[in-house]
């Protein structure tokens, strides 16, 4: 266990302004790497500051030039040189993430929280005036990989009317998402289901399946830098091209859809391989603010045809 640090911050540093400077100097310095819930330093050191006094990070122009009391200081620096020293993203040192506004319980125990489904889910493609699913009518969900259990308890607000099934592989994973769904008080409209996959819903069909599956590849994942190693590996490691558990939801998700249903899943770069091994596929590419052909749709129809 890391020994809690014993220095005193400098003195210059009294303000929110002045730590947020601080870390962004220092993370720079140190080269940490991002992308496990903000997108770089400056994110990062404003989540880390304001998370841990207790301040809105989205609305944080008003408090910058608040200075902190003692403890304070204290608390966050020692929070700053423990992101440097540990390579610990911010998320696991405040023991939180967001997605689309919700805060979320996270630990070592999930993979920080982080989908290009949660934008997608609440834009106009499931909330516009022609959406690819009629959210209303949407009454069972599954949701493969649940992990925090994040996306299921976003689905709750979307499809209001559904239950959802949480899949996940590890025990760990379930207890962390069994706190987040006990936290929105949502116990009567999210089962957890541990298992491999399709395995413990048995022949139950859905209305919708979301999955945002492990879907690195081999390479990709010895080659980590020491913020991602932190999150457990199977959350990450797809198989060689990163696809071994995609190829698995589409070979069974056809079985556990309503005809009206449809599949949605996240598979990172792995575009141009599905394409090649499912030629006549028609994928729906989903593109979001910060990515293209990550995301696709299919009816149910087109997964029923492959089966």
Known sequence: MAKASTKI????LASVLDFVRYAVTRFAEAKLVFGQG???????????VTESLGLPHDRVDSFLPARLTAPERKKVYD?????????????????????QGHRFYVDKRV????SYLSELLYGELFTGEQPLIDPGAVTSALELCTGSGCLAILACDIFPNA??????????????????????GLEDRVTLMKGDLFGPVGETVYDIILTNPPYVD???????PPEFTKEPRMAHAGGTDGLDIVRRILAEAGAHLNPDGGLLC?????????????PTTEFLWLDTAESSGEVFWLPATALQQND
């Open 266 to 278: 996240e598979i990172g770069r792995g575009r141009d391989i599905l394409e090649q091994e499912y």
């Open 163 to 184: 239950h959802i099934d949480a899949v996940d592989l590890s025990k760990d994973a379930l207890e962390v998402a069994e706190i987040n769904v006990a936290d929105y």
């Open 9 to 12: 911050p400098p003195k210059e």
């Open 218 to 224: 081999a390479e990709a994942v010895a080659e980590f």
């Open 38 to 48: 903000t997108h770089d330093a400056i994110e990062e050191a404003i989540f880390l």
């Open 111 to 114: 993979i920080v929280p982080r």
């Open 79 to 99: 929070l700053i040189e423990k992101r440097v020293r540990l390579r610990v993203p911010a998320a696991y040192l405040l023991n939180c993430a967001y997605l």
